[in-house]
């Protein structure tokens, strides 16, 4: 018994012992969990890393794209009004010889023929006048010049009643306007080898005392526009600046020529687009530029259209979202690799440190 009320000295020296013991552990303990921590907050770190990086590079090259092809559809548009102003320019010359030349039927065949070979891509010239305006030639006259399977032209008189132009859209359409205009595209067939799909460019002409003489038109097909935007098409993708800057690999996309009604009057072979006025929400009748998404031939796709001036066109440029999104392929692959890199790393750096007891196992 201790008198004195004192513990033993090998008590005091237990309960110290024990103390040390408890400090220690709640040091460990602590650093324990400040090593968990860091830890956890660097593989946090690594996964937000990699989730914001994904989307940045997602709008990124969202827009890249978006840009890119809007771009193409501008610069295809510009071309082909300047291709088709061309063709207005070639035909005017000829209307302007006929409207020189407007004295006799004899005089108005012979400036037909004057001009015929400005253009190779004009299947044919008319002159479909008034009724009577040539008393001989009575209420139907319209003499044709057209090419021939021989290259050659020939000319023929192609008013009827069985054709009564004046009843047609482009004569009716004509004679309420003074200014030159396209026609909507048309089916014409008579077992000829002039049959075909065409537009008409189409100018009315007056005498002096402003009447109406006759209507003067420049039949094509759609080959023309068919080469034009597949030569528009190649410079675009063989542009070696553009290429150089490309975002990972080969711009897979296509380009067609669209009417105001959202049908394909110009495409690739084997790749047409029809659009709905629903679908380009007005923007045809609006001569707007945009974007809709939608499945051409089945796969999903996104298309991109600018208007063509002076006519009633537009340019649409076809990229399937499989396209869109394949630069996307190489950052993700870059950042997923980046991520599991670092996540290995901390890994390892657990290891390392439980080996040295600053972290558990």
């Known amino acids: 018994m201790n008198i004195f009320g004192k513990k033993p000295v090998y008590l005091q020296c237990k309960s110290f012992q024990r103390s040390i013991h408890t400090m220690e552990h709640t040091s460990e303990t602590t650093a324990h969990r400040q090593t968990r921590f860091i830890l956890i907050t660097l593989l946090a ?20 794209v978006h840009a890119r092809h809007v771009g193409i559809a501008h610069v295809a548009s510009v071309k082909i009004e300047k291709t088709v102003k061309g063709m207005e320019m070639n035909a005017m010359n000829e209307f302007d010889e006929v409207e020189k030349h407007l004295d006799s039927p004899e005089s108005v065949i012979a400036a037909l023929k004057s001009k015929v070979d400005l ?33 050659e032209f020939v000319i023929r008189q192609v008013g009827s009643p069985r054709h009564d132009y004046h009843r047609s859209d482009w004569y ?47 039949d094509m097909t759609f080959e023309w526009l068919t080469k034009e935007l597949q030569r528009i098409d190649d410079d675009s993708k063989n542009d070696d600046l553009r290429s150089r800057y490309s975002l990972f690999g080969h711009d897979d996309h296509f380009m067609v020529v669209i009417n105001n009604d959202g049908s394909c009057i110009a495409y690739p072979e084997g790749k047409r687009l029809l659009l709905t006025k629903e679908q380009m929400n007005n923007s045809l009748m609006l001569k707007k530029s945009g974007s809709i998404d939608t499945k051409v031939n089945g796969v999903a796709s996104t298309v991109y259209f600018a208007p063509i001036e002076h006519v009633d066109w537009m340019v649409a440029v076809v990229v ?4 869109i999104f394949k630069p996307l392929i190489v950052p993700f692959v870059i950042l997923l690799l980046t991520t599991i890199l670092g996540i290995i790393l901390i890994f390892v750096l657990r290891n390392r440190l439980a080996k040295l007891q600053l972290f558990p196992h």
């Open 119 to 151: 253009n190779p891509e004009v299947r044919g010239y008319f002159a479909a006048f008034e009724p009577n305006y040539f008393p001989q030639e009575g209420i139907w006259f319209e003499p044709y010049i057209h090419h021939v399977d021989s290259g």
């Open 320 to 323: 399937t979202k499989q396209n």
């Open 45 to 64: 770190i690594i996964i937000i890393f990699l989730v914001v990086s994904l989307l940045t590079c997602y709008e990124a090259v969202n827009a890249e």
């Open 172 to 218: 009716v359409r004509a004679k309420k306007s003074t200014n030159s205009f396209w026609s909507d595209p048309y089916y014409y067939f008579d077992g000829t080898n002039i049959s075909g799909r065409y537009t008409t460019f189409v100018k009315p002409i007056y005498d002096k005392t402003g009447r109406l003489v006759c209507v003067c038109g420049a």
